[in-house]
């Protein structure tokens, strides 16, 4: 009878070594792609939560100042404001029209955007028309929060943690960045002084937005959170208008 042919202990060895190869080759293809998914979901959820926050913070801060019925004395105590109560017919400063706070941290917008049958009606007690955002610092969460009208308190807004999961977290404090700058007219930086610009808040004609985050999973890749800044200019052209009030 002759001897049927067969694999050598060798050719065995030889053969699981190569599949080996292969199976931790299409384990490491497979495990990059699942880390490199994760973290692009990571800065579609990020920016998911930033870019609208953004829009609308540049949106309403835009509209500083607008008074289309020219009312004298229009402006009040904005929410938050330390001048008095807030909503009052008299503002903390006139000369301030439609910004009656304005800091590093935080800023008082107020605009006449409605009103009956949807006008402007010369008050500020309608809807969304005083509006403060504030950066909440020294804290372990540091976010931002959105008042609005006197009512219902600090709003939470971007990277509050009040019985909600986040997508990232703020960090402008973090990383010594101001949550607003602004300019005049002449495109230099006033200097931020106490609460009121050093009385310069009339001289305001851009203002710069920066929000600093990362999200609140960490990189699996790099065992870090990663770290985004969005920012956007602003001008309120309407705080440039030469009026009455």
């Not at 308190?153 to 990383?175: C, E, K, Y």
């Not at 609460?195 to 960490?218: S, Y």
């Not at 699996?220 to 705080?239: A, M």
């Amino acid at each position: 009878m002759k001897h049927e042919k067969g694999f050598t202990l060798v050719e065995l060895m030889t053969a699981m070594a190569v599949t080996m190869i292969l199976l931790v080759a299409v384990y490491m293809a497979v495990n990059s792609v699942q880390r490199h998914s994760s973290a692009i979901e990571r800065k579609v959820t990020a920016q998911q939560d930033v870019k609208p926050a953004l829009d609308l913070m540049a949106m309403e801060i835009g509209m500083a100042s607008y008074n289309p019925t020219f009312t004298a004395n229009l402006w009040v105590n904005p929410p938050g404001s330390a001048a008095g109560t807030c909503g009052s017919t008299t503002g903390a400063n006139q000369t301030y029209r439609g910004i009656q706070e304005a800091t590093a941290t935080s800023i008082a917008v107020e605009m006449d955007i409605s009103g009956p049958a949807a006008g402007s009606d010369g008050t500020l007690g309608d809807a969304n028309e005083t509006i403060r955002y504030n950066y909440v610092t020294g804290t372990a969460n540091e976010y931002v929060t959105r008042s609005t009208n006197c009512a219902g308190g600090n709003q939470a807004f971007l990277g509050d943690v009040s019985g909600n999961t986040r997508a990232v977290r703020v960090i402008n404090g973090t990383l010594g960045l101001p949550m607003f700058r602004y300019y005049n007219g002449s495109g230099t930086e006033i200097a931020v002084s106490g609460t009121d610009l050093g009385g310069l808040i009339p001289d305001i004609r851009r203002i710069e937005i920066i929000l600093a985050v990362e999200t609140e999973d960490i990189d699996p890749n790099s065992g870090q959170r990663r770290r985004l800044i969005y920012s956007t200019s602003v001008i309120p052209r309407n705080h440039a208008t030469i009026s009455t009030n």
